[in-house]
């Protein structure tokens, strides 16, 4: 799922500190989280969409890399958007 326009700005306005900052690992891990929710919801109502599964897992797997990039460079950062996205690390 393609997240709105809107809903996009919102983020990245927020994690990224402006508009602009669309590059940021805080902004990307912010954007994967809202896809993983949105697709979770989804697998929720359909266990045999295999298909949505794997794009669930590899979108997965690039927040936990972008994560652990951000955990090495910037670890207040880091803590801080865990914190904001409620994720369990």
Same mark, same amino acid.
């Given at each position: 799922?393609?997240?709105?326009?809107?809903t996009?700005?919102?983020i990245?306005?927020?994690?990224?500190?402006n508009a602009?900052n669309t590059?940021?690992?805080?902004? @990307?891990?912010?954007?994967?989280?809202?896809?993983i929710?949105?697709i979770?919801?989804?697998?929720?109502? @359909?266990k045999?969409d #295999?298909? $949505?599964?794997?794009? !669930?897992m590899? !979108? #997965? $797997?690039?927040?936990?890399?972008?994560?652990?990039?951000? $955990?090495?460079?910037?670890?207040? $950062?880091y803590?801080?958007?865990?914190?904001?996205?409620?994720?369990?690390?």
């Amino acid at each position: 799922m393609k997240l709105t326009k809107e809903t996009r700005q919102e983020i990245v306005t927020k994690f990224g500190g402006n508009a602009k900052n669309t590059g940021a690992a805080e902004v @990307q891990v912010a954007l994967l989280t809202e896809r993983i929710q949105h697709i979770t919801g989804h697998l929720g109502g @359909q266990k045999n969409d #295999v298909n $949505s599964a794997r794009g !669930l897992m590899r !979108l #997965v $797997s690039q927040r936990k890399r972008l994560l652990h990039h951000l $955990s090495e460079t910037n670890l207040s $950062s880091y803590r801080q958007l865990i914190k904001d996205l409620n994720l369990r690390k």
